[in-house]
């Protein structure tokens, strides 16, 4: 089935304890992309790669990193966490960057930082 | 950059009658309009999309409208149904090189059985 796997699907922290969410896809998608969704906001872009090893900065990327070592995974990771991160978190997959609006995502995560 | 409104936030229709939601962007340049429902507890999944070169595009109960003009898309589900409650998340698509994503704020739809 074709899929995006996110983990973990729900998570409590505290302030500064680095974390990292995962993101796997096993449509050998090209493109991929962290969201998060806030009430009110819609969803922002935080980080999206346009294949292994290309990542570029979305609208909100202050506090995040991303890597893409495999062509697959795209994890998020959240060095120091803070309040303001508390959201509902994306990540998606498309074939490749023109297609970039045909996204498929996965099921969310929801982080919550005390 | 891009800009996406989107109106209304919420929205209640009775079983059967049909429900609108509206996006208007602010790039011309945008060229493709996807739309994406998303229920609870679920991520967003495309619904229908539209590009610049077409007017309307129609799949079953749902259609959405593109007038270029004015710069604005509209949504379209007619004889709604209770599974059609959750919220609908309207996008624009910047062309060139790197498609830029942007979303708007979102609508929740409650039909009320």
């Known amino acids: 089935e074709a899929q995006v796997t996110q983990n973990p699907r729900y998570l409590i922290t505290v302030t500064g304890k680095k974390l990292t969410v995962t993101c796997s896809q096993n449509?050998?998608?090209?493109?991929m992309s962290w969201y998060r969704q806030d009430p009110g906001l819609g969803l922002r872009q935080i980080y999206y790669?346009?294949?292994?090893?290309?990542?570029d900065k979305g609208d909100v990327p202050e506090g995040y990193k991303v890597s893409r070592k495999e062509k697959r995974n795209f994890p998020l990771i959240l060095e120091s966490p803070s309040p303001n991160q508390t959201s509902l978190y994306f990540c998606?997959?498309?074939?490749?960057?023109?297609?970039?609006?045909?996204?498929?995502f996965g099921e969310g995560s929801r982080l919550t930082v005390l | 950059g891009e800009n996406v409104e989107q109106h209304p936030s919420t929205l209640s229709v009775q079983e059967g009658d049909s429900a609108v939601i509206k996006c208007t962007y602010s790039d011309s340049a945008s060229n493709y309009f996807p739309w994406y429902k998303q229920e609870l507890g679920k991520g967003p999944q495309l619904i229908i999309d539209i590009r610049s070169n077409v007017g309307e595009k129609k799949d079953q109960r749902i259609a959405v409208t593109l007038n270029k003009t004015a710069k604005h898309f509209s949504l379209h589900i007619t004889e709604t149904q209770p599974e059609d409650s959750a919220v609908y998340f309207c996008a624009a698509i910047l062309s060139g090189g790197y498609q830029k994503v942007t979303f708007g704020t979102g609508t929740k739809l409650q039909v009320i059985p």
């Open positions: 998606a997959s498309s074939l490749r960057k023109e297609l970039a609006g045909e996204l498929f």
């Open positions: 449509m050998n998608h090209e493109y």
């Open positions: 790669s346009m294949n292994v090893e290309v990542t």
